[in-house]
């Protein structure tokens, strides 16, 4: 059975098991050795090898052999052993090689060393057990980084190679450890390598199949991939940067090579000429360019005219002959690290002065650099710019300054001094408006000699604009219920100011709700969780909108969130159950009562329609009040109980509705005499004896009264008799028991007129009957007797009343019954109490439905499968709520 047992296990798990014996096989004494291969990762219970098997031990003897682990807590962590068959399985906890060898880098394998012992003492024998794991393909490569970055010079030569270092790694071995790598893109100039070191470890190269230039495409950015051996092979990825580095492959280039400067004679010194620039397409030190002028510009040229090596900026240096025409070719080169310079040419021509052309000379107030005056747009009119002096005029000529150029500037001749004028502003500036002006200060005397001063003016932007929203008040429509994080709207507000000024952020409003959220940068509104209309229908706040100027400016905008109703609230009736209390007959088409019903949803979804599912061929509902009638009058001694099934359906889409159970209680109402079931006619008589005693029950009296309480209490009496002396026969009150009072003397037939009366309000009802004696020994001749037996007019009127508790026949007088005046007393505390429950149960109905917004759902009845078919088709109408 071991055999089988095994060999069948063999065959399900197909594990591979390598049995090596160390001693001769008789020998017991000594240790073997047995070898079993698994791979790792495998389930709970796999069946890895049967030692007693392996060892060929016979399982036959007695006692039985016994095998157990030297170390359990070490080895049944991994694996447990059956003490009884010697077979091994894995146990709970999954073998991972890599975790179990961490250092098993190299290949040389990784297994669990176990010790068995055989037992008994007579069959003992120690078993070294190694149990081989071998690798599977488990681990996928893994980067040690996110991103790899390659650093490629732009000149790098076609097929040059650059290691990616960060390589990937894999734990598993061999075949199962990295194998290759690729690229996802290689945008079609570089490609990629693998090369493997004497230690096995591969390692990726970069290689460059094209050439490369940095003022194209400065970096490229694609996914290095590592992939294994495996079947199927797993991969890994990280982010490959390829930096291509700058080298000094351009020069500087004018892009003006030739100026043309023209000058009067009389110009000033350090009056502005003329700027030269030249550019780079490289970066840092490679881009750097400085001017100078080359050998052939003479030395006095240079000093006569003075070149800035950093901006190009070329100056007049040196005074001027006015009364001589000169002209000057400046050769500037632009110098570039390893370059050959740029060239480019300045031709001067100076203009000779004849008879004293005026000579302006500028002083400037506002802040000027290079011909650029610079002036804040917050200030006022009238502010001062720049004095310009007027010279070299004889005291003969007359000189006129103007300006030529658009804006509100002004020059004029400053107080009473001659030959200076002061150039103004006229009005406030607005860089929103304007952000420079290009002027023109004319000068000439009389003879038409003309000199011109070019002159620009810059506006300074200040923070004097603030934010200004597209619109003041944004109103939003949102359906209830909504998803959380859902985007409302993105507000907008614009900043006419430049820079950091014109920057808006957006803020909320100290009164907004914390369910909405505004993107700082983008304005984006949204509200981060499910809103309910039923709690909150308007949403108000206000939305800031702040620039980053100095001081900051902001305006404010108003939100309106209006949540629109969905039909998420089913009707709900203010009480679970409604019980109204009705007295019979009451007319059809009156009141019985009126269910209130209320929906929390709004417009169409909170339109209601009532119906009533059962009984609605004796009972009607009004569905604008929720009124309940009857058809037709009810009629308790029919059935005194009615319960309804009332539905209300809201008009959403789809409906929701909700059931509520009516009870009708019918009132009972006077409206039944007592009806006499004994005797059972006018003409009955019955025999009795001459000898009968007085005090003795000679019959009774027997009614019953279809009405309830006071209305059903039926009283006996006598009102009329014929024959014998008045007070022969007493009739009992509540039980109708006729006695006999006095002897009958007299043989023949004697008639008693008995009033059933009950104790009804407002006024009693009641029936009469013939009691018949006939006092004879015998009957016979019946047919005689019935001629005697007397109509009610035949028989007399007792004369006298008697006394209280036995009514003996006498004329009909209510006060003589004493229980009367206790049974209205009890009616009326009965009607007093019933009445005072009802309005009591109102109260508590009312009570609850204030305190609780949602009354529990009621109980609904099964329905017929076209219920529900024939309440969508009824009209719904609106139910106030009442």
């Known amino acids: 059975m071991v055999g ?111 010790d068995v012992f055989v037992l008994p003492q007579q069959y003992f024998q120690l078993v070294k057990v190694k149990v081989f794991i071998e690798d599977v393909n488990d681990n996928r490569p893994k980067f040690p980084v996110d991103e790899v970055s390659v650093s490629i010079p732009e000149n790098a030569p076609v097929n040059s190679r650059y290691a990616v270092e960060h390589s990937a790694v894999d734990p598993d071995l061999g075949l199962h450890g990295v194998q290759t790598y690729w690229l996802v893109n290689d945008f079609g100039v570089f ?320 009164d907004a709700p914390g369910v909405f959220v505004l993107d700082s940068a983008t304005g984006i509104l949204t509200v981060t969780t499910s809103l309910d209309r039923e709690e909150k229908e308007t949403y108000r706040f206000v939305v800031r909108a702040v620039d980053q100027g100095t001081p900051r400016m902001e305006s404010i905008a108003t939100v309106a969130v209006s949540v629109q109703d969905r039909n998420d609230n089913s009707p709900r009736f203010i009480n679970k159950d409604f019980t109204f209390f009705v007295p019979e007959n009451f007319p059809g088409y009156g009141e019985i009562g009126v269910l209130s019903v209320m929906d929390a949803d709004a417009g169409k979804n909170a339109w209601v329609a009532l119906s009533i599912l059962n009984g609605s061929d004796i009972f009607m509902i009004d569905t604008g009040r929720g009124t309940l009638r009857a058809k037709t009058s009810l009629d308790r001694e029919q059935q005194g109980t009615y319960q309804l099934w009332i539905e209300a359906v809201d008009g959403g889409e789809p409906a929701l509705s909700s059931v509520t159970m009516v009870t009708v209680l019918l009132l009972d109402v006077n409206d039944n005499p007592p009806i006499v079931l004994f005797p059972q006619s006018n003409q009955s008589y019955m025999l009795v004896l001459p000898s009968t005693l007085p005090g003795t029950s000679i019959t009774e009296v027997y009614a019953v009264d279809n009405d309830t309480g006071m209305n059903a209490v039926i009283a006996y009496s006598i009102i009329k008799r014929k024959g014998g002396q008045p007070g022969s026969f007493a009739i009992n009150p509540e039980t109708g028991n006729i006695t006999l009072e006095r002897e009958l003397s007299n043989r023949g037939l004697y008639s008693l007129l008995v009033k059933v009366s009950d104790h009804g309000q407002p006024e009693p009802l009641y029936s009469t009957v013939m009691v018949n004696f006939f006092v004879n020994e015998t009957v016979s001749n019946e047919s005689y007797i019935r001629t005697l037996l007397p109509t009610e007019a035949d028989v007399e009127t007792e004369e006298r009343p008697w006394p209280v508790g036995r009514l003996k026949e006498g004329p009909e007088r209510y006060d003589m019954f004493p229980c009367k005046p206790a049974l209205i007393a009890l009616s009326v505390t009965c009607l007093g109490l019933l009445f005072s429950l009802v309005t009591l149960a109102a109260c508590v109905c009312l009570r609850r439905f204030q305190r609780q917004k949602t009354n529990s759902e009621v109980d609904v009845p099964l329905r017929r499968k076209n219920d529900s078919a024939l309440v969508k088709s009824k009209k719904l109408r609106q139910v106030s709520n009442i």
């Not at 991994?78 to 003490?83: D, E, I, K, M, S």
């Not at 199949?209 to 950015?221: G, P």
Request: proline share 6%; charged share 25%.
């Open 191 to 510: 490609a990629l390598d693998v090369e493997e070191n004497d230690g096995g470890e591969r390692t990726p190269f970069l290689i460059v199949t094209e050439y490369l230039d940095r003022e194209t495409q400065a970096e490229y950015v694609t996914d290095i991939i590592a992939e294994d051996g495996g079947t199927p092979p797993l991969l890994g990825a990280t982010t490959l940067r390829i930096l291509i580095l700058d080298v000094n492959d351009n020069c500087p280039q004018f892009r003006d090579s030739h100026l043309n400067v023209t000058l009067h004679g009389n110009t000033t010194k350090g009056a502005y000429l003329a700027r030269l620039h030249a550019f780079d397409p490289d970066l840092g030190a490679n881009a750097q360019i400085s001017y100078a002028y080359s050998d052939r510009v003479p030395r006095e040229t240079r000093s006569l005219f003075h070149l800035n090596r950093t901006t190009g900026v070329i100056r007049l240096a040196g005074k001027l002959d006015p009364g001589a025409a000169m002209f000057y070719k400046l050769t500037v080169l632009a110098n570039g690290a390893a370059c050959i310079p740029a060239v480019a040419t300045v031709a001067v021509r100076i203009i000779k002065v004849l008879r004293g052309p005026p000579a302006v000379i500028a002083r400037y107030i506002a802040p000027e650099k290079d011909g650029v005056v610079s002036i804040k747009e917050s200030e006022p009119a009238f502010s001062p710019i720049a004095f310009f002096t007027v010279k070299n005029i004889d005291v003969s000529q007359r000189v006129e300054c103007h300006l030529e150029g658009a804006g509100p500037f002004r020059i004029g001749p400053y107080q009473l001094l001659r030959n200076e004028y002061l150039l103004e502003t006229t009005e406030p500036l607005d860089y929103e408006v304007t952000q420079e002006y290009k002027l023109i200060v004319v000068a000439e005397n009389g003879q038409g000699l003309v000199i011109k001063t070019f002159l620009e003016v810059q506006i300074l932007d200040e923070n004097d604009n603030a934010p200004v929203f597209e619109q003041s008040l944004v109103e939003l429509f949102l359906d209830e219920n909504n998803p959380p994080n859902t985007y409302l709207t993105q507000l907008r507000a614009t900043d006419r100011d430049s820079g950091s000024q014109g920057e808006v952020v957006y803020l909320l409003g100290g």
């Open 4 to 114: 089988r047992k095994h060999s069948k296990r063999g065959e399900i798990w197909s594990f591979f098991i390598l049995l090596l014996y160390t001693g001769p096989h008789p020998c017991f004494s000594q240790a073997r050795e047995v070898i079993y291969r698994i791979k790792e990762g495998l389930p709970k219970g796999t069946f890895i090898g049967a030692i007693g098997v392996d060892l060929k031990l016979d399982f036959t003897v007695d006692p039985p052999y016994l095998f157990s682990l030297a170390q359990k807590r070490v080895s049944e962590q991994y694996v447990t052993l059956n003490n009884s068959t010697g077979e091994f399985f894995t146990s709970a906890a999954e073998i991972d090689r890599e975790t179990l060898c961490p250092d098993n880098s190299d290949g040389r394998g990784c297994f669990l060393s176990l």
